[in-house]
């Protein structure tokens, strides 16, 4: 009689999440502006940061320290809904950090943007928002999450409400 390994992941919003991220075409046109450096093993860029960007709305979680570790708990999940060889030495902490710096560039925007006009009104990259995000992290200890308020709401001093559903 064969031999059965039985594995269980939580799926949670994973495949819906990677659902959109595929629709809003963030993989193809990361992997079509960016070329990683020729040492780069495993999954592109676009698919790291795919992920990755799956994760942060998953968790409510940016912090790149934690990415490796949930990457292994949903590698065989991962590697169904992506059909990639999904690793988690793939989510390492400097190579998500790579993948930022890759993203800081200005000249990778002026290339990312004309491709990022979809049908899909998620698929606009904000880029004010991201470079914000990214000028953040690289002047903090690379945790900090910047909060962005809407313009017609004004500066009051107290956290903002954070919480699911909140406006």
Known sequence: MPEFTISVERLDDLPLLLGFIEKMGIQSTIDTVIKPHGNWRGLSMGWVVSIWLSHIISVYNHRMDRVQE???????????????????????????????RELHEPGQWRRIEPLSDTPCPMARVNQGLLEQYLRQWQADDHTAMPVFLPDDEPETGQEPDLSPGHR
């Open 70 to 100: 949930w990457a292994a708990t949903h590698q065989v999940s991962l590697r169904q809904l992506t059909g990639q060889n999904v690793t988690e030495l793939d989510f390492t902490d400097d190579r998500l950090a790579i993948c930022l």
